[in-house]
Every structure is written in C-alpha cells, then in structure tokens.
C-alpha cells in the first residue's frame, strides 16, 4: 500500500526565513505532485515532478524529486505572507491514475 | 484552462436523507475523481471512473455510490446520510494519457461542504 508522508504538518515560519517541506512515500512511483491550498478553497496545482532528479521552480518555491530516496521537497525561499497556505504532495499510484495524498502541512508565515 | 465545477459549495442535510453530489469538467477528460478530506487526514479517495459508466471503488467507498452517464459529469450519492459523512467533497479530473511519463495532474473543483445534521 502507498502511504505519503509530509513533514513538518505545521510550520510557522518568519517573513525572509528559509524553509523545507519534506514528502516521503512507500513504494515506487514516478510521479509526484504538489498541491497548494488556501483556506475554504481547492487545490491549486503548483508543481508536477516526474523523474528521479526533477526540479521545477516558481517564484519562491522550489520542488525536487529523487525517487530512489522516495523523497520530494519543497523549498521555500525568503518567505512572504501570500505564501501561507496548506501544501500538499500526492504520489501517483502505479496503476491507474489516481493519487495518494500527503496530510499536507500547514504554513504560516508571519513579519 | 480546465475547469472543474461542483454543483453546490455548502449543503445542509439530515440523517438518512438521501444525497446527490454533481461534478461537472469541461475539458473532455476520461478520469474523475472523488476524494473527502477531513482535518488531519488530507484528502481520501472515494470512487473514481476511467469513462462513461465505468466505475472503481477507492480507499474508502463504504456508504457512497457514483454515476457516470456523460462523460462530462461525475455525481457522488450518500445513499442514507448519516453525520459521520460531515465533510468537505472534492471532485478531480485528468486526462487519459499513455503510460507514466505523462502528467496526470488533477484539476480539482471548489469543493462542496456538507453537513450532515
């Protein structure tokens, strides 16, 4: 069974500050994904990662997959206000096309 | 841009009534999706359905149902409502793409709220 689990589930963070958010799962996937909401609202997709070595950057976020560690993160740089939110990262099943989902993590960045 | 639509954004009902969630996608996708998601549990996944009519049990589809009849539209049915199903339903689509070095990225839809009284 694909469990996914993200680190740390809270954070609050410092405007300017650095941070990482940490995704591992279970078994093998080749497929990763990195969802963004904001309070009462859907997911808003932010990254698609899909081979071991990917990295995709947007703005201040920076997302990075190594399959064989089966880890994923999320980094986020000189954090801001309009970055708080809860992220999540899903894993692609191997068969079909649906997704595991993390518990996401809860970020809130304060001045 | 993909768009997904959800037929209400807050519902109120009462234990044992019966209960229709309707997901609609404009972007001729194959896939859909139902998840909930609970504080602390992140989103779980109900049913999904790979075309018209055709129907997959997910990781927790005890005491729902799904219809797929067109293939823009994905309902959810609560076939007796019971308060334990107090929470926030979200619908998703993807495309069919061939083998794993295709995206799949879901869209999801807003999201409806229900409570169950």
């Known amino acids: 069974e694909l469990k996914v689990e993200q680190n740390p589930l809270f954070l609050s963070m410092q405007e300017g500050k650095n941070y990482t958010i940490y995704c591992n799962y279970s078994t093998t996937s080749d497929r990763l994904y990195w969802y963004r909401q904001d309070p009462g609202k859907s997911l808003e997709s932010l990254f698609v990662?899909?081979?071991?070595?990917a990295v995709k950057q947007e703005g201040r976020l920076m997302a990075s997959l190594d399959t064989k560690a089966r880890l994923s993160t999320l980094h986020i740089t000189a954090a801001v206000h309009d970055l708080s939110a809860t992220y999540f990262c899903a894993v692609g099943r191997n068969s079909g096309y649906a997704l595991n989902f993390g518990k996401g993590t809860s970020l809130l960045v304060t001045p | 841009d993909v768009k997904v639509t959800q037929s209400s954004r807050y519902l109120v009902k009462r234990t044992g009534e019966k209960v229709f969630l309707e997901c609609v996608q404009d972007?001729?996708?194959?896939?859909m999706f139902w998840y909930r998601q609970d504080p602390g549990l992140g989103l779980r996944l109900i049913y999904f359905s790979y075309d018209v009519k055709m129907k997959e049990k997910g990781d927790i589809p005890e005491g729902y149902s799904v219809s797929r009849e067109k293939k823009e539209r994905f309902s959810l049915i609560l076939e007796s409502a019971s308060t334990n199903q107090t929470s926030m339903y979200l619908c998703?689509?993807?495309?069919?793409?061939?083998?794993?070095?295709?995206?799949?990225?879901?869209?999801f839809g807003p999201g409806t709220r229900l409570t169950v009284l």
């Open positions: 998703a689509s993807t495309q069919l793409a061939g083998g794993f070095s295709s995206y799949n990225e879901q869209f």
């Open positions: 990662l899909l081979s071991n070595g």
């Open positions: 972007m001729d996708h194959e896939n």
